[in-house]
């Protein structure tokens, strides 16, 4: 899980195993989901985003996850590689428009 | 198509001076939204600007402003800089304003305050 604003959660994973990063959001309004990835230097990277009129959505090798009764969001990775290392921020559209971004979960990825 | 530049990649400043960064969206897109992330606070939302007006601000004092013009570019500014102020400064363009939209995000300016 993760705490806005304070410290990073790390996951460390095996080559080839599923990784799951999850994601608490503050505001029940939120529409619009969106999970990022930003490696070492660069901006974040959109991997996969969600409406909150839906509870599954899948991608390449990800699939998000929303539940909104807890305000709960989460991130599956499917055969997770080295080149999946990163950190990963989860963001939410609130009510006023504005974009509230996760503190970020450092994944590594062991071969 | 390239993609969000930002210039310039890092920045040293000291306190009490003034700062202007510059954004180009990729070609075509509308929307440019600016955001600050640091260690402690992560990423934060500054502003949103789409056809040259601010559509939406967030939590920042009056010290941060923008703007954008009429080819899409936009640039931030920082008066009286803070150490505070010290952080990753970034970038995001979008087709248009709103939800709908994918947003990508440019590799940021790396600002330092002294």
């Known amino acids: 899980g993760e705490s806005v604003g304070l410290h990073l959660p790390t996951l460390s994973v095996q080559e080839g195993d599923n990784s799951i990063i999850n994601c608490a959001y503050s505001n029940s309004a939120s529409d619009y989901f969106i999970w990022y990835k930003q490696e070492s230097g660069k901006g974040p990277q959109f991997i996969i985003d969600i409406r909150s009129n839906m509870d599954k959505r899948q991608g390449q090798r990800v699939t998000v996850l929303l539940n909104k009764t807890v305000k709960h969001l989460s991130l599956q990775i499917a055969a997770t590689q080295p080149g999946d290392s990163a950190v990963y921020f989860c963001?939410?559209?609130?009510?006023?428009?504005?974009?509230?971004f996760g503190a970020g979960t450092r994944l590594t990825v062991k071969p | 198509k390239a993609g969000v530049t930002q210039t310039p990649r890092y920045l040293i400043k000291t306190r009490g001076q003034q700062v202007t960064l510059s954004c180009s969206p990729i070609s075509g897109h509308r929307s440019v939204s600016w955001y600050q992330q640091t260690p402690g606070q992560g990423l934060q939302f500054l502003f949103e600007y789409f056809s040259e007006t601010q559509r939406n601000k967030g939590n920042f004092p009056g010290r941060f402003s923008g703007r954008q013009f009429s080819n899409s570019r936009s640039e931030m500014n920082v008066s009286t800089l803070e150490l505070g102020d010290s952080a990753l400064y970034l970038c995001a363009s979008s087709l248009a304003a709103g939800s709908s939209y994918e947003q990508y995000f440019g590799p940021g300016t790396r600002l330092t305050v002294t």
């Open positions: 963001a939410e559209k609130t009510n006023n428009n504005d974009m509230r």
